[in-house]
């Protein structure tokens, strides 16, 4: 196989380390570009804030993450991660119900995203054509306006600025990403999708006491909407420590009086459906500050819907689409964008702009199904600002049937877990049998009432 010269990968986040791990076998060298210091361990670092707050990695992205890096799961035991059974140790208060809880034969990693995302450089440190540039920020593309190609970057490292040369840019700069504004300086506006849902996270980890009756390794517990609006999780991750996540959407926590002091944020696991969060954090030590991050609206950017894009650049991860992060498809979504590459990449007989065209489109496909999904719970609050699926109707009252039924019958919930990993497609949700249970459940309140 003959390989391509030179990607250059801006961020090196989730996305752009993936990326470079693929690109690593189909080009000599691979630069990724990253602002932030040179890591020290699985800490939190400041260019990607949100790693302070719950990160749950679906099936779809363990799978693929351990297919990029074999062996990498097992690392994250050997180092404190966590393995649960994925519906016998998860508790999940959803729509007003508790989900069944048995052995269904799947195991979750529970883990920071630190200590994911460390784990993943360790390994790209043992790849001798990629070199990570830290303290390195991307400032502007160089532009070949007569081929209508972009052909390197200008980066600063805090006191110069220099230009470096690529054959492939990689925008995996995250929501960030300043290619829109570039792109719109030149006259080409990226059709994008924004939803307000006025989203607040606020976390904090703690140490539990031991309980031999503790039969939880995560709790959910999500608000039911239209009328609850904060929920919480609590979870186990490495270092026998519980990272707990407080959501509230539009704007339904006030941040200020929470971030007052310990017993404060302990005050707002009062007001989540059900006191289990507060009932096990009473006796809980915080080990941490108490973190926030705002996501006022979701947004997709449809990169493949414009013909006149610059050849040599292509955008991967949350640069095109920053999804309601309560659901934690995002690095799933990132892993699937990533195998997607790897699989088109393998394919020689294409240039590297047929393959670029292929690969938005390709990422647009993994996207929609997910964003659907996630527009049908958000709209659930009248708040919620943006396009509205035309099936929605049909979509919320359909999922609240499958939520509910979650909560009696093992064989919806089971297949349900496999769509919400990523695993199965939505539609598998329509099986005759599950059907014929969702119109019996309706038909039977209808007379109920
Ligand atoms: C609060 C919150 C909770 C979440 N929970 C989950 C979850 O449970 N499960 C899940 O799967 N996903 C979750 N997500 C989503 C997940 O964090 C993202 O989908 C994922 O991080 C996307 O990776 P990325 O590499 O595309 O972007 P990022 O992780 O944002 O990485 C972008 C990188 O680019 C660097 N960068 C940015 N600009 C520049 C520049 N100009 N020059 C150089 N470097 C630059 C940044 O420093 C950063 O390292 C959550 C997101 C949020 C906000």
């Not at 006191?159 to 690529?166: D, F, H, M, N």
């Not at 414009?306 to 050849?311: A, E, G, R, V, Y």
């Not at 964003?371 to 600002?385: G, H, K």
């Amino acid at each position: 196989m003959q390989r391509r010269e030179k990607a250059i990968i801006l961020g090196g986040g989730i996305s752009g380390k993936l990326t470079a791990r693929v690109l690593s076998n189909f080009y000599k060298e691979v630069i990724i570009i990253e602002r932030d210091q040179e890591p020290t361990g699985p800490f939190p670092r400041k260019g990607a804030p949100q790693g302070n707050h719950i990160h749950a990695l679906l099936h779809a992205g363990e799978y693929g993450l351990e297919k990029l890096f074999p062996g990498i799961t097992e690392n994250f035991y050997s180092t404190g991660a966590v393995k649960i059974n994925s519906t016998q140790d998860l508790a999940w208060f959803h729509h007003g119900v508790w989900k069944l809880r048995y052995d269904g034969g799947y195991t979750t990693t529970l883990q920071t995203r630190p200590h994911l995302e460390w784990h993943v450089e360790q390994y790209l440190r043992t790849i001798p054509n990629i070199t990570i540039l830290y303290n390195n920020t991307f400032r502007d593309y160089e532009y070949d306006e007569t081929e209508n190609r972009i052909i390197g970057i200008k980066i600063n490292d805090g006191s110069s600025v220099k230009t470096i040369y690529g054959d492939l840019i990689v925008d995996a700069s995250g929501a960030s990403s300043m290619t829109t504004g570039w792109l719109k300086n030149r006259g080409i506006q990226i059709p994008e999708e924004k939803v307000k849902i006025g989203l607040i996270y606020i976390s904090k980890v703690f140490q539990l006491p031991a309980d031999l009756n503790r039969d939880w390794t995560i709790k959910l517990v999500y608000p039911n909407p239209p009328q609850e609006k904060i929920g919480g999780t609590i979870s186990k991750i490495e270092g026998n420590r519980y990272i707990v996540t407080f959501i509230g959407y539009h704007d339904e926590i006030d941040e200020k009086q929470v971030l007052k002091n310990d017993s404060s944020f302990l005050e707002l696991a009062k007001k989540l459906p059900k006191d289990d969060i507060y009932q096990a954090l009473k006796e809980a030590v915080p080990v941490s500050n108490t973190s926030v991050f705002r996501v006022p609206q979701i947004i997709w950017r449809k990169y493949e819907k414009i013909k006149q894009l610059p050849n040599g650049l292509l955008l991967i991860g949350d640069t095109i689409c920053r999804i309601d992060p309560v659901f934690g498809q995002g690095m799933s979504i990132a892993v699937l964008e990533t195998l997607a590459l790897q699989n088109l990449l393998q394919n020689e007989h294409q240039s590297q702009q047929q393959l670029i065209r292929a690969f938005q489109q390709r990422a647009a496909k993994i996207i929609a199904p997910i964003w659907s999904m996630v527009l049908t719970e958000d709209f659930r609050y009248p708040a919620t600002i943006g396009k509205k699926p035309f099936i929605l109707p049909f979509m919320q009252w359909y999922s609240k049937n499958i939520f509910l039924l979650s909560a009696q019958n093992q064989e919806t919930y089971h297949t349900f877990i496999k769509v919400m990993n990523l695993v199965r497609p939505i539609t598998i949700l329509m099986n005759p049998k599950i059907l014929y249970r969702v119109l019996k459940r309706t038909l039977l309140n209808h007379s109920i009432k």
